[in-house]
């Protein structure tokens, strides 16, 4: 499976993220020479256990993360954070959760956008949006590369082609930049060669990083 970096858009500080900034980053990607192919999508919800007796609440999670994948559509992943799990499940399990009534969704978010092509990398770039809803909660940016599927020896290429995106859209004099936090992938068992369970782990730790930020950004202006 080709290699994957999740990123996402880290304000400035006292700046929030807006349509003009998405707007900008995907004329961007066209200036570059990528070449539209589509719409993509991700689904991310957060669930709760829904504990009828609280003596019971430690046998349970205390909450997980839920993410569905636009290229694994009958796939559904689970990453339980506190004990570094991540699992793959049939995507069917989300009925089986809402009629066992054990967990509820507190948060779901959509990740949508389009996608491009660039020889042989593809980017998506998208909004993050409450199901629902249109207020824009943050901005995402997968970043493929077709013909590696080694995590570690694809560090350089990607690193490299992150280097001539970042200096391509500096020039645009944008409020804020693309974060690209790697997690710690030997925590979650998962080896060397990627998956989609590699991307599940990055989209868990961008939503921790944008929620971060998000609480900052409300403390500072408490």
């Known amino acids: 499976m080709p290699i994957k ?48 007796e609280q003596a019971n609440a430690t046998e349970f999670p205390r ?52 996608q491009y092509q660039l020889g042989d990398f593809q980017l998506r770039v998208g909004k993050v949006v409450p199901i629902h809803s249109e207020s824009l909660r943050g901005i995402v940016m997968e970043m493929e590369y077709l013909p590696i599927s ?29 974060v690209h936090i790697e997690p710690n992938f030997a925590e979650y068992g998962l080896s060397d060669e990627y998956s989609s369970q590699h991307t599940a782990a990055q989209y868990a730790s961008i939503m921790a990083q944008m929620i971060a930020t998000a609480q900052s950004a409300q403390a500072a202006r408490n």
Not at 66 to 83: A, D
Request: charged fraction near 20%; proline fraction near 4%; hydrophobic fraction near 35%.
């Open 5 to 52: 970096w999740v990123l996402h858009w880290q304000p400035n500080p006292g700046t929030t993220v807006n349509t003009q900034i998405l707007t900008e980053v995907s004329q961007c990607v066209e200036g570059i020479n990528g070449v539209k192919e589509g719409r993509w999508k991700a689904t991310l919800s957060f669930y709760k256990p829904m504990v009828r």
């Open 63 to 114: 909450d997980f993360l839920g993410i569905s994948l636009q290229e694994q559509p009958n796939k559904y992943y689970l990453v339980i954070r506190g004990q570094r799990l991540i699992v793959e499940a049939d995507s069917t399990i989300q009925t089986i959760m809402e009629k066992l009534q054990s967990y509820k969704t507190r948060v779901a978010l959509n990740f949508e956008g389009f």
């Open 150 to 178: 080694s995590w570690e020896k694809s560090h350089q290429i990607m690193g490299e082609f992150f280097d001539i995106w970042q200096e391509a859209l500096s020039k645009r004099s944008l409020p804020g930049h693309f």
